[in-house]
């Protein structure tokens, strides 16, 4: 029986999230397809889901918190964070994952003796990877250029600043979670406080991927180790291929034929 999978987001043109899947199915002898879908309204999840036949679906901006509430049955992480970005279907009921928050802390494991971490943004992406790296044991502080979406963060004790309350201190990992370079040059916060935190961290990573942003292009010049968001992505991508595939190959066979799509 060949399955078909797709991702839903909006916009999704530019996913790499076919490729990837499409690439592991094929290395891996596995009957199935992954297609894209632009989804305009995220109510309508669900009705689309079934209506084009899926097994299973990645959903990407703007719709995981509506992959959330259209779920019938929840991982424990994803309801504790309250954003799915993998639903697999069995039964006829939508089972709801989160495959971001540990692709993005098996992306950061190669940076040892880590402990204090500062996050610069508290968007969507901020959310769930806060909660896995704190559950993890390493101390998270969040720096916004607002205040707004620090709130939700604050209320759930994690000790947060705007760039006019910031108290400098020394972070031993300093991440990018803004979209601030990624259709521009520009930085994420103030040059003066990235230049501090920057010196005295031990390695700056970005979020962003397929591209070397202001942030980490300014980390370089500090002579600091860099990482993009592409092993998050990558890793992201099979874990979900992992629940998708109900955990029938490891994830080092996954890993591949899917990462292929970053050499193409
Ligand atoms: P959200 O829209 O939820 O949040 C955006 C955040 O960026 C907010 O904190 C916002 O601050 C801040 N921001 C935006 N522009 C600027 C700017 N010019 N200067 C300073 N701060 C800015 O975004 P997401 O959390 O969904 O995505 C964040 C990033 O993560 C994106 O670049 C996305 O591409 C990347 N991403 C990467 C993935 C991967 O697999 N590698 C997976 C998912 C996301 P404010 O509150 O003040 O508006």
Redesign the pocket.
């Given at each position: 029986m060949s399955f078909l999978f797709s991702i839903f987001g909006n916009p999704v043109s530019h996913s790499k999230s076919p490729l990837m899947h499409n690439l592991a199915f094929k290395g891996l002898n596995y009957d199935a397809c992954y297609a894209r879908y632009k989804l305009q309204d995220g109510d309508k999840l669900k009705e689309t889901f079934f209506s084009l036949g899926l097994k299973g679906i990645n959903i990407?901006?703007?719709h995981?918190e509506y992959a959330f509430k259209a779920c019938d049955v929840l991982d424990p992480f994803a309801k504790k964070v309250g954003a799915v970005n993998t639903i697999v279907e069995k039964d006829g009921k939508l089972h709801g994952y989160n495959t971001?928050a540990p692709?993005?802390l098996k992306?950061i494991s190669e940076f040892k003796d880590i402990k204090t971490v500062l996050f610069?943004?508290?968007?969507?992406?901020?959310?769930s990877t806060s909660t896995i790296l704190r559950d993890e044991g390493y101390e998270v502080t969040l720096l916004?250029?607002?205040q707004?979406?620090?709130n939700k963060f604050k209320q759930n004790g994690f000790k947060t600043y705007t760039f006019d309350t910031f108290k400098i201190e020394k972070y031993d990992l300093v991440i990018?979670?803004?979209?601030?370079?990624?259709e521009?040059d520009?930085?994420?916060?103030p040059k003066e406080i990235l230049n501090k935190v920057i010196e005295t961290s031990k390695a700056c990573v970005d979020?962003?991927?397929g591209k070397e942003t202001a942030f980490l292009k300014l980390a370089k010049a500090h002579n600091k180790p860099i990482k993009?968001?592409?092993?998050?992505?990558?890793y992201?991508g099979i874990i979900a291929f992992e629940y998708f595939t109900d955990h029938k190959f490891t994830f080092d066979k996954i890993k591949t034929y899917m990462e292929k799509a970053f050499y193409l």
């Open positions: 990407t901006v703007p995981k971001d692709g993005f992306a610069l943004g508290a968007g969507g992406t901020a959310q916004n250029r607002s707004e979406r620090l990018n979670m803004t979209s601030a370079g990624l521009d520009s930085l994420p916060a979020v962003i991927y993009d968001g592409s092993d998050m992505l990558l992201q």
